[in-house]
């Protein structure tokens, strides 16, 4: 079966550090592939998306995210966090072929950004 | 515009109560999807719509969960006899078109509700 993996469940930063979120899935075929945002209180969020072309794709607030096929990665990365991206990070996938309309979730990483 | 809306957002129940999720989708979107989030899980996808048809119910957990979507529009998780398992966030997305291989669209999410089965 699909999944994926968000290889840390909790990552604290200072201020102005640099951020990479860590993203793999198991397809060997097409995909489309999401990071979401929940900040604190909120409802998930849209942070970018990749469904075909330049491989590094960049989205709101400063983020971006690079889609290395032969890796199976799609890892998302800030160059300088703020204490308002607090936040939890998921990352989602939709296989072509799968079962149509399943995006499938990692557990999601847990942002804490200290001022 | 609005974006999806979920009521209630906080339900707490009895073990062995039916109780009922509602999903508000943004206008116009043809396409509708439940998942559910557990604690320190991710969401786990379980049912969707195309217009008023669920093809696929095969993600639903158990036959106590049922859902149905009315005109297009709004739809309504129903999970009978509950369960403490059953306790999680229920989310609600909608699409302006089914997400499937090659079309490319975005599911937007509700704020969800809050289910807690004592």
């Known amino acids: 079966a699909q999944s994926v993996s968000q290889h840390n469940h909790h990552v604290i930063l200072s201020e102005a550090a640099s951020l990479e979120l860590g993203c793999n899935y198991s397809?060997?075929?097409?995909?489309?592939l999401f990071w979401y945002v929940q900040y604190p209180g909120q409802h998930l969020q849209l942070l970018l998306k990749y469904f075909s072309g330049d491989p590094l794709v960049k989205g709101i607030k400063g983020f971006e995210a690079e889609f290395i096929k032969s890796k199976f990665s799609f890892n998302l990365r800030k160059p300088s966090v703020q204490w308002s991206d607090t936040a939890e990070y998921f990352c989602?996938?939709?296989?072509?072929?799968?079962?149509?309309?399943?995006?499938?979730f990692g557990k999601g990483t847990k942002l804490s950004v200290k001022p | 515009g609005a974006g999806v809306s979920q009521s209630p957002s906080n339900k707490v129940t009895e073990k062995g109560k039916d109780v009922e999720l509602r999903c508000d989708p943004i206008?116009?979107?043809?396409?509708l999807y439940w998942y559910r989030q557990s604690l320190g899980q991710g969401l786990e996808f379980l049912i969707y719509?195309?217009?008023?048809?669920?093809?696929?119910k095969s993600g639903l957990p158990s036959d106590r969960f049922s859902a149905e979507r009315t005109g297009g529009s709004v739809s309504t998780l129903t999970i009978q006899r509950t369960q403490q398992e059953d306790s999680a966030v229920y989310l609600c997305?909608?699409?302006?078109?089914?997400?499937?291989?090659?079309?490319?669209?975005?599911?937007?999410f509700g704020p969800g509700t809050r289910l807690l089965v004592l």
């Open positions: 206008s116009g979107h043809t396409a």
């Open positions: 397809y060997g075929g097409t995909v489309n």
């Open positions: 989602a996938v939709y296989p072509y072929g799968g079962s149509q309309g399943n995006l499938i």
């Open positions: 997305a909608s699409s302006l078109a089914m997400l499937r291989g090659g079309y490319q669209e975005t599911q937007y």
């Open positions: 719509f195309q217009g008023n048809s669920a093809p696929d």
